[in-house]
């Protein structure tokens, strides 16, 4: 078989998947390529015109979110971080890092019936507090932790 042709059949087979889910309703159009992003909440610059933007007038904390991260990040390039919800029914986690340009770093839908629990990296201007924000039914909470950054590490 022709090289291009299998490229041609592959390509034309995977959209005609889409095309099919979508006609038979499995899918709403769109729902395949990309989701709909907040672009305000993602251009603030401070934690409470970030919870505005995210739909909230204000958290409250709770020991029920844990943050997991260093203390001390030798690299602010690259910040492993785990939040983890023990709020029922939690429905978004946000991550805010109060001393970057834009406060917003993430925020992840938690679809119902799965844990709620994120692990990413994000980057760090300075060292700064780090807000894990969960929405649950509709009401906002938080979780802070703050994170050192050092320059150059132990090598540097």
């Known amino acids: 078989m022709d090289i291009r042709r299998r490229g ?3 390509a034309g087979g995977g959209t005609g998947v889409l095309a099919l889910a979508t006609a038979a309703g499995l899918l709403r159009p ?9 672009k305000a909440a993602f251009e603030t610059k401070s934690v409470a015109d970030t919870l505005k933007a995210l739909g909230g007038s204000g958290s409250t904390e709770s ?3 844990q943050i997991t991260a260093p203390d001390i ?3 602010g390039a690259v910040v492993p971080l785990t939040i983890e919800s023990g709020i029922a029914r939690t429905q978004t986690i946000a991550i805010l890092i109060e001393k970057n340009p834009n406060t917003l770093s993430a925020n992840f839908e938690i679809p119902e019936g ?5 692990t990413t ?3 760090m201007a300075e060292t700064s507090n780090i807000y894990a924000v969960v929405r649950a039914d509709g009401k906002y ?3 802070v932790k703050e994170i050192k950054v050092t320059l150059g590490g132990c090598g540097g």
């Open 30 to 38: 769109g729902a395949a390529f990309a989701q709909q992003w907040n």
């Open 121 to 123: 990296r994000v980057k």
């Open 63 to 65: 020991a029920q979110i």
């Open 8 to 10: 041609i059949l592959k």
């Open 114 to 118: 799965t844990d709620p629990f994120v």
């Open 73 to 75: 990040a030798e690299n």
């Open 141 to 143: 909470f938080h979780a």
